[in-house]
């Protein structure tokens, strides 16, 4: 979004008076619904207060200096800054609502959703229809951890390999192979299943591994040490670490081929749709979503993902029945989304999927 000038600093934001705040909300509105710099002369007709071009080009060279706006090229037209947008969201920013219709589509399709499938099929419907709603492209991204879980078993492979099946309380299955010791009886195996089966339903495997954790040394007491190995065994295979354990789905990138204006614009998207295909950067930066109350909202280079492609995202954080965050969901796009529209879909959108998923 070009280079901003270096801030003057926050307390010069604050000290703006209504002119300046005017003519730059201006600038801003425009960008945000043609991505076209404003002049002067245009800027004069739009105010709500008589100024002539020559007072509204003096305001925009004072705005330009504290970094807010910039030119493109030589013409005497404004844009935002990444800097400016930040102030613009942060501060002048007016949330619209929810049309109603919008409001009851997203009720019934995501309801509907959780009573055909498991919470990746809840997930990929709202994600498909946030999409569709914003135009962007929308990703979510939660633990594996977060399934609830009715039942494990053990089932002896190989002489050093045995399968974990586990089973979740939304029926899904997810099997996994573990290294066990060669002379491994069968009723270790079944000693272990029923070692945990009498802990695990309605966990999740997070609070699962917790209070195994917090057992361990009455757990060592009460199985042999080749049962309690087993025991370990399988709850580590199941935690998992890092990006590989995190659920991304993305919905929606040929949205953001809509409405391009310029090869720049086509360049733009590429370097993010390569962004969106580097899973680690996109769960890091919806982790940091997780981490805020409310709509949290990341504009071009003030993140890593987005330093080339220029984007932003505006995401929120999703949580289960008990208010525990168990993941986020957000709406990627260019800077110039509709930030007053999208930001309530966002927040009503994860807070429908959050009562869903929280029964």
């Known amino acids: ?66 970094g807010l706006v910039y030119a493109p090229h030589t013409s005497a037209g404004r844009l935002p800054t990444e800097l400016g947008l930040r102030f613009f969201v942060d501060s002048l920013l007016q949330i619209g609502d929810i049309a109603e219709d919008e409001r009851a589509q997203i009720e019934a399709q995501v309801e509907a959703a959780s009573k055909d499938h498991d919470l990746e099929g809840v997930l990929a419907e709202a994600t498909s229809l946030l999409s569709g709603l914003t135009r962007g492209a929308a990703v979510v991204v939660t633990s594996k951890d977060n399934a609830r879980l009715k039942q494990i078993e053990f089932v002896r492979l190989e002489p050093e390999r045995a399968l974990a099946i586990l089973v979740g309380e939304d029926g899904s299955v997810e099997n996994r192979v573990l290294q066990v010791p060669r002379d491994l009886p069968a009723s270790s195996l079944i000693e272990a299943a029923n070692y945990l089966n009498a802990r695990i339903r309605g966990l999740t495997l997070g609070q699962v591994r917790s209070e195994i954790e917090d057992a361990r040394k009455i757990a060592q007491t009460e199985l042999d040490e080749l049962t309690a190995r087993l025991v370990d065994a399988g709850l580590a295979s199941w935690g998992g670490a890092g990006a590989e354990h ?28 390569s962004d969106l295909e580097t899973k680690t950067e996109v769960i890091d930066l919806l982790e940091r979503a997780e981490t805020g109350e409310g709509v949290r909202i990341f504009i071009g280079s003030e993140n890593r993902l987005f330093s080339l492609s220029g984007s932003s995202m505006i995401a929120a954080p999703l949580r289960d029945g008990n208010k525990r965050i168990v993941g986020a969901l957000g709406i990627i796009g260019p800077t110039r989304l509709n930030y007053a529209r999208i930001v309530p879909m966002v927040d009503y959108t994860a807070k429908v999927v959050a009562r869903v998923v929280g029964g």
């Open 1 to 66: 979004m070009g280079n901003p000038i270096p801030p003057a600093g926050a307390q010069s934001f604050a000290n703006l008076g209504d002119r300046p705040r005017e003519i730059f909300r201006q600038i801003v509105d425009t960008y945000l619904s043609s991505g076209d710099p404003v002049g002067s002369r245009q800027l004069s007709r739009l105010l709500p207060m008589a100024l002539s071009p020559a007072s509204v080009r003096n305001v925009m060279q004072d705005l330009e200096e504290l």
């Open 246 to 273: 995190r659920q991304l789905i993305v919905r929606g990138q040929a949205n953001l081929l809509e409405d391009l204006t310029a090869m720049a614009d086509l360049d733009r998207i590429r370097l993010l749709f």
